[in-house]
């Protein structure tokens, strides 16, 4: 994706490339007005590759990238004037990047983080680093699951968990998502 794209509230899972890549192409070099918030990223040999240099009106916010074995951020450019990172969660290599608090933070082994990160179930456990650790600046409206999300405080990822222990929406499955949300 290069320009004028909404990327939330997704789950981006095992891939044998990369999970999200936001960089110029040869048909677009200018790379503006990219949103990146509230996914989450698990399984991939690199889960985001950004080439952000020079780029406009970007954001890049509450998004997990657990790409363990792998790398997790490949980015070049995210201290440019027109470019805006909080509050991402990662475990695996990062390139270009540094864990610093605020934009990037350590977010333990995915099997502490999700209930079961093999079983793809990435609802957040009790004590993940996910949970109320969000810029709510950058939070979409409403999670994964179509359900609110905090007003004070909120999770890092597709899903705001709210206290419960087990994901009450859709449960990962082959095929589509249902327009409902739910399982049938």
């Known amino acids: 994706m290069v320009a004028d794209a909404l990327v939330q ?30 996914n989450t990223v698990v399984g991939h040999p690199k889960c985001l590759d950004l080439r952000w240099e020079g780029a406009e009106n970007m954001v890049l916010a509450n998004n997990a990238f657990y790409c363990a074995g792998g790398v997790s951020v490949d980015a070049l450019g995210l201290n440019g004037s027109g470019v805006t990172v909080r509050a991402n969660v990662v475990e695996g290599t990062l390139v270009g990047v540094h864990l610093d608090g605020q934009k ?12 079961s990160s093999d079983s793809f179930d990435l609802w957040p456990r009790a004590n993940s680093a996910l949970l109320g650790a969000g810029d709510v600046k950058f939070a979409p409206r409403d999670d994964f699951n179509g359900r609110p999300r905090a007003a004070a405080k909120v999770d890092i990822g597709a899903y705001e968990a709210k206290g419960q222990s087990d994901n009450p929406g859709w449960k990962i499955a082959p095929g589509f998502k249902p327009l409902n949300g739910q399982n049938k």
């Not at 990369?18 to 918030?37: D, E, H, K, L, S």
């Not at 990037?104 to 209930?115: C, D, E, H, Q, Y």
């Open 9 to 38: 509230n997704n789950l981006i899972l095992n891939s044998s490339l990369t999970g999200i890549t936001a960089a110029p192409q040869t048909a677009n070099r200018r790379v503006r007005n990219v949103t990146i918030v509230s």
């Open 104 to 115: 990037f933070r350590g977010g333990g082994r995915a099997g502490n983080t999700f209930k």
